[in-house]
């Protein structure tokens, strides 16, 4: 595996960005997400919970920016620190349950997807489930529906254009019905907790979720790379780019075909910048990779590296066309990189 290959280590560093000595916690009002997270790991602090607060036209500030900061700005705090941010967000997703079925309805004004979407008992039973259950995306005011009995057919409710539905008799799957004493339950998408919702029969919950038209992530991977190194960077000026689950194929030494998942904090050792989320590249990040040549450790392009392994030159993917995954199933590649020359490879993730 090239996972195997990339165990060539030479001269492993510790990547640049974490402070040694208490920062000054950076102003984050105005900001998106992303781009407070930037501005955190540069002076070497982390980004914490995201509480979401309702947005309005009076609130004096875009949706989807930073309305207030567990630390002020200006005060000090210790490396590593973890600073929490409310954020003006409108609800863009609802929930209509019973004590039998439960239905999703995309309020996002864009195709939601569904992979890293799950659904969990906070209490109770613990129960759990996938929201990619129902398949990879649903498209602008279509639902996902999951029946906790069986069922011949999905059920027709106003808010819903269409209907992806289906049965599960898994226990574990029904975090909604009260079972086992549950109370309430959690919506998580990439990890993050975006809602907490009450069992009830009927019950309504509404909630924010980054997609659709309100997305926060960027729609592609961008590869910037010459022979002596290769750097994935979020080029954008505000949205994250998720690395997380993203891989690469090895077709430059045997065994070719072998993928490395480029997120994967272990593959760096120490070459990780603990405050930073490797899965999620904020605005200006990047991940390098280097032959280990002389003045290979600076970016093909500038950018503020958070994660960086040598490889040595016998083993770098990218002197020859390289795979990449996507989300959408579509096998691509990347072309080799070229003696004296940029390369710049923009892919759908």
């Not at 970016?299 to 020859?320: E, H, S, Y």
């Amino acid at each position: 595996m090239i996972r195997k290959l990339l165990c060539v280590l030479m001269g492993l560093i510790v990547v640049s960005g974490a402070a040694a000595q208490d920062a000054a916690v950076p102003d984050l009002v105005g900001l998106s997400v992303p781009e407070a997270a930037a501005a955190l790991n540069r002076v070497g602090l982390r980004l914490g919970a995201e509480n979401n607060q309702g947005w309005t036209a009076e609130s004096g500030l875009p949706q989807n920016s930073i309305s207030g900061q567990s630390i002020p700005a200006g005060q000090a705090a210790a490396p590593g620190t973890a600073v929490d941010v409310d954020v003006l967000r409108s609800p863009n997703t609802l929930l209509i349950y019973d004590d039998n079925d439960l239905t999703l309805v995309n309020n996002t004004g864009g195709t939601l997807g569904l992979s890293g979407l799950t659904f969990r008992a906070l209490d109770g039973s613990g129960a759990s489930f996938s929201a990619g259950r129902w398949g990879g995306g649903l498209t602008a005011g279509d639902c996902g529906q999951v029946w906790s009995v069986g069922r011949g057919s999905g059920k027709d409710l106003p808010e819903c254009g269409s209907v992806q539905w289906m049965t599960t008799n898994n226990p574990g799957e029904h975090f909604w019905t009260g079972a086992g004493g549950t109370t309430q339950f959690g919506v998580f998408q990439d990890g993050l907790q975006r809602g907490t919702c009450a069992v009830a029969n009927p019950g309504r919950c509404e909630f924010y979720l980054s997609g659709g038209a309100s997305g926060d992530a960027t729609e592609y991977i961008y590869f910037a790379y010459r022979l002596e190194n290769l750097a994935i960077i979020n080029n954008s000026s505000s949205q994250w780019m998720v690395l997380d689950g993203f891989a690469v194929t090895n077709n430059y030494v045997p065994p070719f075909g072998a993928s490395v998942n480029v997120s994967d904090p272990t593959l760096y050792g120490a070459g990780v910048n603990p405050v930073a989320d490797i899965g999620r590249l904020a605005p200006g990040q990047c991940v390098l990779f280097t032959n280990s040549s002389p003045g290979s450790d600076q970016p093909p392009q500038p950018c503020d590296v958070i994660a960086r392994l040598d490889v040595g030159d016998t083993v770098k993917f990218w002197g020859a066309d390289f795979g990449i995954g996507s989300s959408d199933g579509v096998a691509r590649s990347c072309p080799a990189a070229v003696a004296g020359k940029l390369t710049l490879c923009i892919m759908p993730r």
